[in-house]
């Protein structure tokens, strides 16, 4: 693909997929300052209509399993509208303890949870992932069977990519360099997280683009009034999103069969 000042970026010819060779980027820590500081706007306003709609979708009494929980803020906010749910947590940093909801500090990976989950829930972290066929099988093996799985990443297939490549294109390349930096290791098309997730031996029963609060989204500029002007275009490729069905995030649903097999 296009060059890229912090990595060295591929597309696969097959399923479309866009990734970064993990050996060109230096690790992200995933720490205290990468929530309170680098990425603020994002964890400072949580997309709480994208909560509501998983939330919906599980059942009374579900056990659920979010991966990559980050400060908590998806499972407090569960833990509030449906406290009949059973609540766990892992991810890399720690979190404070919080009443109905059980977390565990470590790689998901190989974190020994001694038990499956009705529902397993990851949000916007399988892109900072390097094995990512690892990751979703070891979803899909936490995961009851008959239960779901919910996967929400970035969209590579939205119009605001688009724009972001053709401003690289034409010279105004800091649209693109943002999207495709160091952050994120893949850039999933809608056909790319399909296929990696049927590959995995879940079935997809739904899936569907959407955008974060605009107050999440951080804006690499400085000065008031360029921020101003950028928060205002990307406004109207959100809207462009909705109405194209082209967002710039997408979620799928999936369940796991009664019987799996790899």
């Not at 205290?32 to 979708?57: C, M, Q, V």
């Not at 529902?119 to 069977?145: C, G, K, M």
């Not at 053709?166 to 056909?191: C, D, E, I, M, Q």
């Given at each position: 693909?296009?060059?890229?000042?912090?990595?060295?970026?591929?597309?696969?010819?097959?399923?479309?997929?866009?990734?970064?060779?993990?050996?060109?980027?230096?690790?992200?820590?995933?720490?205290?300052?990468?929530?309170?500081?680098?990425?603020?706007?994002?964890?400072?306003?949580?997309?709480?209509?994208?909560?509501?709609?998983?939330?919906?979708?599980?059942?009374?009494?579900?056990?659920?399993?979010?991966?990559?929980?980050?400060?908590g803020d998806f499972l407090r906010?569960?833990?509030?509208?449906?406290?009949?749910?059973?609540?766990?947590?892992?991810?890399?940093?720690?979190?404070?303890?919080?009443?109905?909801?059980?977390?565990?500090?470590?790689?998901?990976?190989?974190?020994?949870?001694?038990?499956?989950?009705?529902?397993?829930?990851?949000?916007?972290?399988?892109?900072?992932?390097?094995?990512?066929?690892?990751?979703?099988?070891?979803?899909?093996?936490?995961?009851?069977?008959?239960?779901?799985?919910?996967?929400?990443?970035?969209?590579?297939?939205?119009?605001?990519?688009?724009?972001?490549?053709?401003?690289?294109?034409?010279?105004?390349?800091?649209?693109?360099?943002?999207?495709?930096?160091?952050?994120?290791?893949?850039?999933?098309?809608?056909?790319?997280?399909?296929?990696?997730?049927?590959?995995?031996?879940?079935?997809?029963?739904?899936?569907?683009?959407?955008?974060?609060?605009?107050?999440?989204?951080?804006?690499?500029?400085?000065?008031?009034?360029?921020?101003?002007?950028?928060?205002?275009?990307?406004?109207?490729?959100?809207?462009?999103?909705?109405?194209?069905?082209?967002?710039?995030?997408?979620?799928?649903?999936?369940?796991?069969?009664?019987?799996?097999?790899?």
């Amino acid at each position: 693909m296009a060059k890229h000042p912090e990595a060295h970026l591929y597309r696969c010819k097959v399923c479309s997929h866009p990734f970064s060779d993990p050996g060109s980027v230096d690790e992200e820590r995933y720490e205290g300052e990468y929530f309170a500081s680098h990425h603020k706007r994002w964890f400072d306003h949580p997309n709480t209509p994208l909560f509501d709609r998983i939330a919906d979708a599980l059942p009374h009494g579900a056990s659920v399993l979010d991966v990559g929980c980050g400060r908590g803020d998806f499972l407090r906010y569960l833990r509030s509208i449906r406290p009949d749910l059973i609540l766990a947590g892992v991810d890399l940093s720690e979190n404070q303890a919080a009443e109905g909801i059980n977390f565990y500090r470590g790689d998901f990976l190989a974190t020994n949870f001694g038990r499956k989950f009705d529902a397993v829930v990851s949000l916007a972290v399988i892109e900072h992932i390097s094995n990512i066929q690892a990751f979703a099988h070891r979803i899909r093996d936490l995961t009851a069977p008959g239960g779901n799985v919910v996967v929400m990443t970035l969209n590579e297939s939205s119009i605001l990519y688009a724009l972001a490549k053709a401003g690289k294109n034409v010279g105004v390349p800091l649209a693109f360099n943002r999207l495709y930096s160091r952050h994120h290791l893949h850039h999933f098309t809608r056909r790319s997280l399909r296929i990696l997730l049927e590959r995995s031996g879940l079935h997809v029963k739904l899936e569907f683009t959407h955008n974060a609060p605009l107050t999440a989204i951080d804006i690499p500029v400085k000065a008031q009034a360029l921020d101003t002007i950028l928060r205002a275009a990307m406004w109207s490729v959100c809207k462009a999103g909705d109405w194209t069905g082209t967002a710039y995030l997408q979620t799928i649903i999936c369940d796991k069969p009664t019987i799996c097999t790899d």
